[in-house]
Structures are given as C-alpha cells and as structure tokens.
C-alpha cells in the first residue's frame, strides 16, 4: 500500500469551519425549556436536556439511515465529538443520520423533579418510532461511542418495523457497570440513582438479561487499556455472543485512549473508521 493510500484511509474527518444546520424534529409535544448547546464547534456539549429531539442530517441518495447515539455519561452529551462528527462521517457514506438529543436519568426535569430511570430508552424509542414513519424502506444501523453505545445496544433490542442491519458500538460501558456484574468489583454505585437503575435495567450483553442481547450483527471497538471503561465490557458480550449465536465483529486496539472517537487516531486504533466503513458496506 502506498503512503499517500495510507494516509487517505486513515486520516481523521475533515469537518467544515462551521457546523452544518441541522434538521430538527421534537420527539415529545410538550412544552419544555429549550435545550443549549455550550462551548463552541467542534467541541460543544449540551450539559442538560429537556426537550427530546431528533436533529438530522441527510445526504441527497441515501442508501441506508443511522440513528446516532452521543456519549458523556448520561449526564451530558458530547454533541460534536460523539453526535454531529459521527453523523458527518455516515453522510460521507451516502447514509442519513439522525442524532438523538435525549433526556438524563436522574436529571432535573426543569420542573422540580427528576427524571425517571427509563427516560433515555423512552425518547430513543421514539425516535425510532419517528424514523420508522418517515422512512420505512431504508435500512438502518444504530451508532453509538461511549454512553451513547449503551445507548446504541439498548436500541438494537428494541422491536422495529425496519430492516435493522447492525449496530456500531465503541468504548462503550454496555454491562459491567451493573450492581451484580461490575468491574472492578466493589466500585461504586454511579450518582444519580436512577442511572445505576437503568445500567441495571439494561445490561446489554449478559445471558442473565436475555432482553438484552441484540440480534442484530455488532462492530465492537474497544481500547484495552481503558480505565473508564474496561474492556470487560466487550469481553462479557463476546461470551455471550458466542454462547448465543450473535454475530460480533470485536476490535480491541492495545494503545488507544477512552474517547478516541473519530479525531484522537494517533495509534493503532486509527483503522477503527476504515473497518467500521467496511462492514457497513458489507452489510448492505
């Protein structure tokens, strides 16, 4: 392989020096304060959701649709880095992406209260039920780093009219944050309560939570030295996946750093987007 061939597979995403608009749809009827980006592009964060919306960005001939899934803890979302970047990076593959803006478990509601456990899976189920609508002919793929993979697996197990091809999954904590599975043992429970509750209610990947294990082929990318999420993640779901006749294809590079997304590829994990892209293509 040539040097500049190698450099064109593996150089980050180039992104435009503003961010593209997108197409944003209400997900929930009811009136709720507006949500606020902070920081400034590529690197802003929404800190508190309220309003659960979808915000699209579609290219002219798609050829499949994502819904994307933003990481940041369930406590925030890394809109750029982990929601428009990736969607950016599914457009230049010819496919729709939908980013979804959700509510936090625990969060405060911006009425006094918070919200409950499942508030997450219930905007994302309305998404899903949106994309269904508009675009019912049209394969679809789930994304999701960090958090928002949780997200991403939660979502593959959910039932859909669609033609459901996969779900990309990176560095993300999909099951060994639950009460009874986690790692290291003895770590502590994560704050608010209703976000431990939903890792519990939602382990994506154990055979003790058969509503867990998605049916849908998975790209796993894991980095092995990752301390905010261990890779014990990925290792239970692979079980699992083994033991339940799931189609994973699992990459788990040996220097790379949690959160590398799709702009930290100094190190082996630079070829995630490359074979990511490849077994889109496959699948379609």
Same mark, same amino acid.
């Given at each position: 392989?040539?040097?500049?061939?190698?450099?064109?597979?593996?150089?980050?995403?180039?992104?435009?020096?503003?961010?593209?608009?997108?197409?944003?749809?209400?997900?929930?009827?009811?009136?709720?304060?507006?949500?606020?980006?902070? +920081?400034?592009?590529?690197?802003?964060?929404?800190?508190?959701?309220?309003?659960?919306?979808?915000?699209?960005?579609?290219?002219?001939?798609?050829?499949?649709?994502?819904?994307?899934?933003?990481?940041?803890?369930?406590?925030?979302?890394?809109?750029?880095?982990?929601?428009?970047?990736?969607?950016?990076?599914?457009?230049?593959?010819?496919?729709?992406?939908?980013?979804?803006?959700?509510?936090?478990?625990?969060?405060?509601?911006?009425?006094?209260?918070?919200?409950?456990?499942?508030?997450?899976?219930?905007?994302?189920?309305?998404?899903?039920?949106?994309?269904?609508?508009?675009?019912?002919?049209?394969?679809?793929?789930?994304? +999701?780093?960090?958090?928002?993979?949780?997200?991403?697996?939660?979502?593959?197990?959910?039932?859909?009219?669609?033609?459901?091809?996969?779900?990309?999954?990176?560095?993300?904590?999909?099951?060994?944050?639950?009460?009874?599975?986690?790692?290291?043992?003895?770590?502590?429970?994560?704050?608010?309560?209703?976000?431990?509750?939903?890792?519990?209610?939602?382990?994506?990947?154990?055979? +003790?939570?058969?509503?867990?294990?998605?049916?849908?082929?998975?790209?796993?990318?894991?980095?092995?030295?990752?301390?905010?999420?261990?890779?014990?993640?990925?290792?239970?779901?692979?079980?699992?996946?083994?033991?339940?006749?799931?189609?994973?294809?699992?990459?788990?590079?040996?220097?790379?750093?949690?959160?590398?997304?799709?702009?930290?590829?100094?190190?082996?994990?630079?070829?995630?987007?490359?074979?990511?892209?490849?077994?889109?293509?496959?699948?379609?």
């Amino acid at each position: 392989m040539s040097q500049s061939l190698f450099a064109s597979l593996f150089s980050p995403l180039s992104l435009p020096a503003q961010p593209p608009e997108a197409e944003i749809e209400r997900l929930d009827g009811r009136i709720s304060a507006p949500n606020v980006l902070s +920081g400034h592009w590529p690197d802003r964060q929404m800190q508190a959701v309220h309003t659960p919306e979808l915000h699209s960005f579609r290219v002219v001939k798609p050829c499949a649709q994502a819904l994307v899934y933003a990481g940041g803890g369930y406590t925030k979302l890394m809109y750029d880095k982990e929601g428009l970047e990736v969607a950016l990076w599914l457009n230049s593959m010819g496919i729709d992406a939908h980013v979804l803006v959700h509510r936090f478990p625990g969060g405060e509601s911006g009425t006094g209260g918070v919200y409950n456990k499942s508030i997450a899976l219930t905007d994302g189920t309305a998404a899903l039920r949106l994309v269904e609508r508009q675009s019912p002919t049209q394969p679809l793929f789930h994304v +999701g780093l960090s958090s928002g993979g949780h997200m991403a697996g939660l979502m593959a197990c959910q039932p859909s009219g669609l033609d459901v091809r996969g779900a990309i999954i990176a560095y993300a904590p999909v099951n060994a944050n639950h009460r009874q599975h986690k790692y290291p043992e003895g770590k502590a429970d994560y704050p608010p309560i209703q976000k431990q509750d939903f890792y519990d209610a939602w382990a994506i990947g154990l055979e +003790g939570h058969p509503h867990g294990l998605p049916h849908c082929p998975l790209f796993l990318a894991y980095a092995l030295q990752d301390r905010s999420v261990p890779v014990q993640h990925a290792l239970n779901l692979l079980q699992a996946a083994s033991r339940n006749n799931l189609t994973v294809d699992a990459h788990i590079f040996g220097t790379a750093p949690h959160g590398f997304a799709l702009r930290n590829l100094d190190g082996t994990h630079a070829s995630w987007p490359v074979l990511a892209q490849d077994w889109i293509r496959r699948l379609l």
